[in-house]
């Protein structure tokens, strides 16, 4: 969703936040903009497209100031036009902001601020900012910013400039990701690493309700009372090259082929031991949830502990949870989904203690969890995720083999050796990439897939459905394979591609069984199963596509790998941009 860009030094800020757009454009965006101050004057570009869009208007207006704020937008309130696009300025255009987030009283604000004579040019939410900034405003930025936040209500991340002020850069954050980063004379904040990581790879984050100022001699953080506190920075491992796509065409294609290379590191935990629950309830959206439904399934069979994944959203309305003695496990790449974030906090609420499972160190979610286990995946950057879901599955089956140890379950002595090979069988996932790409071309304008599994193979259908919908447009469903013939097998039809994952023994029988069901009503059955499989699977499927011969409990991390580059191939037949599918964002910043 939205990206803020801020920056002051002696570079010129335009080039200097263009670049950082581009960095943040992977979040999802419909139009972007910048305002610089130069000459005690602020001087707003933006536009509805893309940053190149952008790009052209900027080398009309040649701005050379070393300071500004700039903006992707990914409309929420009002559509995406030139006039919604941030920055927005104060009626008289002498403070300019930018904002990720919700405002969710912004009515009421527009109401106040309109019968006070301020009139609204945009549709935004974030317009009431800039005008209730302009109407508190003393002639000291911070004071008003600090000011402005006690009428709002919502999310936000704010960066502001204001043309009487060449020295400084402000910016307040409340629920919303923001950094902040220094280098010798200059300063940057951004809605992520990535786009400071060609400057600093020491980044620092303010608490929610804190301010900071950043001047050219350095940042300072103000607490929510306004006082200034000495700011503590981490250093991010990754630097400028993981978060480009290299020699790959998409960032997707480069996810996918990293996972050997993320499957050969544990997460990093920022708390030794974790203590074993009477219970554990695992909170995600999207792909995370379907982490969450692997973690519970690695968590019952390693410890026997009880797991109840829940997708984030949903959560509210599950009253009766949790009871006593329970880890609430939130797991989410960005850290900074709004619903995860907000479903964590109720389960906090309700006496839960909080795990936060996240691709990024000083994360919302990292930072609210009394302990947080950091994946090793690196900077993900298209919005379909793929590497952050496999390191999630495997954070969470340590997490379970570690509290199985603790309640002294029996663990297979191999199980040691067996992770070790996990990169290797990774990269033989990765060797059928060719044999993919030749079935799904010529199946990519298919108007519907199903996906079909039993026990933790339903879960690899459902992450697989779920890349499909995302990056191919194509319809497509996931069903537990027992479930099918109590109502969706209705849907089957002749040439309909239905692909069956089989990598669990003790089901493979019965969902070769539902596949040759599908099979005798027309469907063309596809099956992704172990080599012992594969002689019954023949029977049953028109193809059969090998994976590496691996130990059941660890397939289902390596058998969404071969599903992730059907989705990838299908979608690049049929023309998509991969990297940046329509709607989409890649953090989800409001519920
Ligand atoms: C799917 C996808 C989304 C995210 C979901 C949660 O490919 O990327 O479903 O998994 O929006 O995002 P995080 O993990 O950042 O909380």
């Known amino acids: 969703m939205c990206g803020i860009m801020g920056y002051i030094g002696s570079g010129n800020a335009q080039d200097i936040l263009l670049k950082g757009l581009e960095t943040l454009s992977y979040r999802g965006y419909d139009s972007a903009g910048i305002a610089i101050q130069q000459e005690g ?16 208007k900027c080398a009309a207006s040649q701005l050379s100031g070393t300071l500004g704020i700039g903006h992707t937008r990914w409309a929420t309130h009002g559509e995406a036009n030139d006039l919604n696009a941030h920055p927005h300025t104060d009626g008289r255009g002498r403070i300019a902001i930018v904002h990720n987030g919700i405002i969710e009283n912004h009515l009421q604000l527009r109401n106040m601020l309109t019968e006070r004579g301020y009139t609204f040019v945009s549709d935004t939410d974030t317009e009431c900012a800039a005008h209730l900034l302009h109407f508190l405003y003393d002639g000291d930025l911070l004071r008003s910013l600090l000011l402005t936040a006690r009428y709002l209500t919502g999310s936000y991340a704010i960066a502001a400039v204001c043309a009487d002020d060449p020295s400084a850069l402000y910016c307040i954050r409340s629920g919303s990701p923001l950094v902040l980063g220094t280098c010798s004379g200059e300063a940057f904040l951004s809605s992520d690493i990535p786009a400071l990581l060609p400057y600093t790879r020491d980044v620092t984050v303010p608490e929610d309700g804190e301010t900071a100022v950043l001047r050219r001699t350095g940042i300072q953080i103000y607490n929510a009372k306004g006082r200034p506190r000495k700011s503590t920075s981490f250093h991010v491992s990754w630097d400028v090259q993981s978060a480009e796509k290299g020699d790959y065409p998409h960032y997707m294609l480069k996810e996918i082929h990293q996972q050997p290379q993320v499957l050969a590191s544990p997460p990093v935990t920022s708390h030794k031991t974790l203590n074993s629950p009477q219970q554990a309830l695992l909170l995600g959206c999207g792909t995370a949830y379907h982490a969450c439904l692997l973690g519970a399934y690695y968590i019952e069979r390693l410890s026997g502990i009880p797991a109840h994944p829940e997708i984030a959203s949903e959560y509210a309305s599950r009253i009766a949870f949790p009871y006593k003695n329970c880890a609430c496990i939130a797991v989410s790449q960005s850290g900074e989904t709004a619903d995860t974030l907000s479903a964590a906090h109720t389960a906090v609420n309700r006496g839960a203690n909080l795990i936060a499972l996240t691709n990024t160190l000083g994360s919302s979610l990292s930072r ?37 140890a603790q309640l002294g379950k029996e663990e297979d002595p191999l199980f040691e050796e067996h992770l070790q090979h996990l990169p290797a069988w990774a990269n033989e996932a990765l060797k059928t990439e060719k044999l993919l790409k030749a079935y799904i071309d010529p ?79 027309g469907a063309e059955c596809v099956c992704f199963c172990l080599p012992h499989m594969e002689k019954e699977a023949r029977e049953a499927a028109d193809f059969v596509f090998t994976l590496p011969d691996m130990p059941p409990l660890l397939a289902p991390i390596i058998s969404i790998i071969p599903l992730q580059l059907l989705a990838y191939y299908a979608a690049c037949k049929r023309g998509l941009n991969v990297d940046k599918p329509r709607n989409l964002a890649k953090s989800v910043t409001v519920e």
């Open 368 to 404: 609210m969890a009394s302990a947080a286990l950091v994946t090793p995946a690196g900077p993900e950057l298209a919005v379909a995720s793929t590497k952050a879901y496999t390191s999630q599955a495997l954070a969470l089956l340590h997490l379970a083999r570690s509290w199985g």
């Open 41 to 56: 004057a602020l001087h707003v570009v933006k536009t509805r497209g893309q940053i190149d869009d952008l790009r052209k």
């Open 443 to 521: 199946r990519a304008d298919k108007p519907l897939f199903f996906f079909i599994g039993r026990g933790a193979d339903a879960v690899t259908a459902k992450e697989a459905a779920l890349k499909f919908k995302e990056i191919t447009y194509i319809p497509s469903e996931a069903y537990p394979a027992g479930e099918l013939k109590h109502g969706a097998i209705a849907l089957i039809h002749p040439g309909m591609p239905v692909i069956a994952v089989c990598t669990q023994p003790q089901w493979v029988h019965k969902t070769l069984i539902n596949l040759s069901e599908c099979r005798a009503r």
